[in-house]
């Protein structure tokens, strides 16, 4: 299974500084992305998920603290100095974000954003098969090749967001992050990319880190799918794993609260007590404690470990744990 | 299409609202045609039964948020009526609608937008009641803080202190819930009111919604976007496709059986939260088109699979769906003249 891995993240944390001291935004996560895999990513917001995203990137903006290792290739991304990490981004791993409207430069034609991402990777390239390559491109991504001279204005939220996926593809990215790129999309054109993104993963062997809200869209596409909440990695298995034979008592939640659109009489919503941490200071021990059912003394005094209790299924919790003695026995005070 | 059988609290007819589109001094002195216009809304009818929750979605661009600000006038229609409890609003003056604007409230979708930063959430909350009726100041914080408590605000007397920004998300969207209450009105337009609350706060809004509307007798209508939320809420539904109705009735007929290719095409796309039950989609192909030329005839299309000749010639009306009553679909395969065209 090591083998496969793609990019390796060690005891990641990521603090920001703010007014009221240090937000913990992202504290100790351990994970994998595997080669061609679709990893979905959720969260609700603040969970530190996007946080996550970037610290990929090393976008993180330069107030914030940020510890641990990022294994890509054989290299830690952590050491690398700011030009070397320019290299890294884009041309190794790439990001799309919500709004493709911000990432697109406005004054600069659709193709000429291809056609320059292809010559400054491949300045053997001539302009000729380079706009060659950008119409076959954007006619892989279902856009009509005419539209090369149009500018991001002209085009449509999906059109836009297609761009930024050929962005990636003209420079071979091996991984690509998706931060809520499908957010901003209407639910049919959001349909039509993630049946698009399914399409290149296969055609380019993509691996893609899906970061989202929509737990939906992450049951629909994801490979595997990582659960986080408060700044922590609650649960990471496969698909199925994590919706059918779920571990974590938030993710139980979060899957309860979720509204689908089967009719059905006696269904009713979940409703999780509580809100998420201020990450200023958080809970002590499990950050999820005071809004679980399922809480035990030692869960607000000590924080669990992410551990992988089932092959191949992460959780962090205590009831997937040993407790230590001096808790075995104590009853919740309250 | 008025209902005899249902207290109909708003109804409304022909709907209608076309955006100029600004054009430049010189084009418009040499343009010799008609100034273009966005047709945000295009002839829209449904009645909104007292009592109820109507819901009206669809994607951007359709109109539905249009709907929601001329049903309480906050935009004049170009054209049409909207007779609200048997008086026609749209022909109303700023004086007399201003005196019927107390029977309606209206939700927005970011709380935080809603909220005056500078004003303490008892303060805001209570504003409407200052404007809208004569209670004295002490009258107006004793009727503030018993909302506050209702919308689970708690305790009154420490929430009413605060600002905004010192509210989470979920209790700002309460906030706005209360302001909307608090002067008691008969309609409230809901605009994706918790389309920006996450997935664990989210049911408990829908809850608090439900919950106040059996108490103090709401009619709401519910702008979304999310059929699948809607589907919690709502008790009749209208879908709408860039400026028009393309189908209306009870959400359980609604859903169970779409009658509109566009409808279906919506629940299709809607994400289901299990990985076993992943298929693959016949997506209708692009996007809803400009709203400033829209297609000819069907104004889905050039989108819809189903499409013939027909459909790109002659505009479908809203028929009713065989074998169900109070559900109507505007196809000319499904429930128009043209239905031994429709593939099998």
């Known amino acids: 299974m090591a083998n496969n891995t793609l990019l390796n993240i060690e005891n990641l944390s990521v603090e920001y500084k703010t007014r009221m001291g240090w937000v913990s935004a992202v504290d100790d996560v351990s994970m994998e992305i595997r080669q061609g895999e679709i990893l979905g990513l959720v969260g609700e917001s603040g969970c530190g998920k996007s946080t996550l995203g970037k610290a990929l990137l ?47 430069n406005p004054i600069q034609r659709m193709g000429d954003h291809l056609i320059e991402t292809i010559l400054t990777h491949e300045p053997e390239v001539g302009k000729e098969e380079a706009r060659e390559r950008a119409a076959a491109l954007v006619d892989r991504l279902g856009i009509s090749s005419n539209r090369l001279d149009d500018y991001p204005h002209q085009l449509s939220g999906g059109m836009r967001q297609r761009v930024m996926i050929g962005l990636a593809l003209a420079l071979n990215a091996d991984l690509i992050v998706a931060d809520e790129a499908t957010t901003s999309l209407d639910v049919i054109v959001e349909a039509q990319f993630v049946e698009l993104l399914k399409e290149l993963r296969d055609e380019f062997n993509l691996t893609i880190l899906l970061i989202t809200h929509n737990i939906g869209l992450v049951a629909e596409i994801s490979d595997r799918v990582a659960v986080m909440y408060a700044g922590r990695m609650a649960e990471l298995s496969d698909a199925r794993s994590v919706f059918k034979e779920t571990l974590h008592p938030y993710t139980q939640g979060l899957l309860k609260a979720v509204p689908n659109i089967q009719i059905d009489d006696d269904e009713e919503l979940y409703m999780m007590g509580g809100s998420p941490p201020d990450l200023v200071e958080p809970p002590m021990g499990c950050r999820y404690h005071p809004r679980c059912p399922k809480v035990m003394p030692v869960c607000a005094a000590e924080p669990s470990h992410f551990l992988e209790s089932k092959p191949d299924h992460f959780v962090n919790c205590w009831l997937y744990e040993d407790i230590p003695a001096e808790y075995a026995d104590k009853e919740l005070s309250e | ?112 937008a809603s909220l005056n930063p500078r004003m303490r959430i008892g303060d805001g909350i209570g504003h409407g009641v200052k404007i809208h009726s004569d209670a004295t100041a002490t009258e107006r914080r004793t009727v503030v803080e018993t909302m506050m408590e209702y919308v689970g605000l708690t305790p009154a007397k420490l929430y009413y202190e605060k600002y905004p920004h010192q509210l989470s998300g979920g209790q700002r969207q309460r906030a706005v819930i209360a302001r909307a209450l608090v002067t008691r009105p008969e309609l409230v337009v809901a605009d994706e009111p ?67 290719p566009y409808t279906d095409a919506l629940l299709e796309a809607v994400p289901v939260p299990d990985p076993e039950s992943r298929h693959e989609k016949p997506l209708p192909k692009g996007e809803i088109p400009n709203p400033i030329d829209p297609p000819s005839g069907c104004r889905f299309h050039p989108r819809c699979p189903l499409a013939v000749d027909v459909c790109s010639e002659i505009e479908p009306e809203l028929r009713p769906v065989e074998g169900s009553t109070g559900h109507l679909a505007a196809c000319h395969l499904t429930t128009g003249d043209y239905r031994h065209l429709a593939p099998k």
Request: glycine residues 8%; aromatic residues 8%.
């Open chain 2, 1 to 112: 299409m008025s209902d005899q059988n249902h207290d109909v609290l708003v109804q409304v007819k022909g709907l209608t609202k076309h955006y100029p589109i600004q054009q430049d001094f010189i084009s418009r002195l040499l343009s010799a045609e008609e100034a273009k216009k966005v047709r945000a809304v295009d002839g829209v009818e449904f009645d909104i039964r007292r009592g109820e929750v109507f819901g009206l979605a669809g994607e951007s661009g359709s109109g539905k948020t249009t709907v929601g600000r001329l049903v309480l006038r906050l935009t004049d229609p170009t054209e049409g009526d909207i007779i609200f409890d048997g008086v026609n609003i749209a022909r109303l003056s700023n004086e007399d609608m201003r005196q019927m604007r107390a029977r309606m409230q209206i939700i927005f979708q970011d709380p935080f």
């Open chain 2, 194 to 260: 918790i389309a920006m609350a996450d997935v664990s706060v989210r049911a408990l809004l829908l809850e608090l919604m439900i919950r106040l509307k059996e108490d103090f007798n709401l009619t709401y209508l519910f702008i979304t976007h999310d059929l699948a939320t809607a589907k919690y809420i709502c008790d009749r539904i209208g879908i709408m496709y860039l400026g028009k109705l393309v189908e209306v009735g009870d959400l359980r007929d609604v859903y169970t059986h779409p009658s509109h």
């Open chain 1, 58 to 104: 090393r976008i993180n903006p330069p107030s914030a603290r940020i510890s641990g290792h990022l294994w890509f290739h054989g290299e830690d991304l952590m050491t690398l100095d700011d030009e070397a990490m320019r290299q890294i981004r884009g041309q190794r791993i790439s990001m799309i974000f919500q709004d493709p409207m911000t990432s697109l």
